[in-house]
């Protein structure tokens, strides 16, 4: 904010002895005085003044200067009559050049005015037309990265699903592979026992944990516990 103390607020900075004695005359709400004629009065001296020869050449004094006032208003008024009809006519003229030099002023003024308020909506339409585009390439750009985005989850899901095949893949191989290391085991087992006894072969049983499987055995050739089986019935 502006403080006051810079800028001093002083009313009676332009008054004049005159203004100040109106100013109290409004705050006293006294009448204003009667326009004094007395200068334009031829007055007489007074009573007691009537054989006064200074007070009736006073008197006369006053009458000179009434007359010389009157004369030279007369004169001004000749004058006037005389002059006054062209001095009004040239600054009638004077004031008519004026008026046309400011009427074409306010012309090319509305002129400006109109012609920068059509650049401004021929500017403004233009950016609207381009505004409008970049709102559509915005929404279409959004609803391709809302596709790119269900791609990718679509995509991670999937690859989600392959990993678990994989994993699964992977303990199945080495299932297998832990069947395949212990099925020679077992056989040799099983050739121990029949080298100790022909007639009566028992053969382990394999462990709960082992899995076998049927296809490899159906390709597998006859096993020697086989062989003597045959041998010993024939």
């Known amino acids: ?12 900075e332009f008054e004049t ?4 004695a109106e100013f109290e005359r409004i705050n006293a709400r ?4 009667v326009l004094s004629m007395k200068r334009y009065e031829l007055p007489t001296p007074a009573a007691g003044q009537k054989n ?19 004369t030279a208003r007369i004169e001004n008024l000749e004058l006037l009559e ?13 004031l008519a050049k004026s008026n046309e030099f400011y009427q074409k002023l306010l012309g090319s003024l509305k ?39 269900a791609a990718c989850l679509r995509l991670e899901q999937e690859i989600s699903k392959l990993k678990e095949e994989e994993i699964n ?10 069947s395949n290391i212990l099925k020679p085991h077992i056989a040799q087992v099983v050739t121990n026992g029949v080298d100790s006894s022909t007639n ?7 462990s709960p944990n082992i899995r076998t499987n049927d296809s490899d055995n159906e390709n597998q050739p006859p096993s020697k516990v086989s062989r003597i089986e045959s041998s010993s019935n024939s």
């Open 1 to 12: 904010g502006i403080n006051a103390e810079y800028l001093p607020l002083n009313l009676n």
């Open 17 to 20: 002895d005159i203004l100040k």
């Open 30 to 33: 006294q009448p204003m005085e």
């Open 52 to 70: 006064d020869i200074g007070a009736w050449g006073e008197c006369v004094d006053n009458s000179f200067s009434q007359l010389e006032h009157m």
């Open 82 to 94: 005389k002059y006054g009809s062209n001095c009004w006519k040239t600054h009638n003229d004077v």
């Open 111 to 149: 002129r400006d005015v109109q012609e920068t308020n059509w650049q401004r909506k021929s500017s403004q339409l233009a950016m609207s037309a381009r505004l409008d585009n970049a709102k559509n390439e915005w929404i279409n750009l959004v609803q391709k990265n809302f596709d790119i985005e």
């Open 169 to 178: 893949l992977a303990d199945l191989n080495s299932h297998n592979k832990q």
């Open 200 to 206: 009566s072969i028992e053969v382990p049983s394999p």
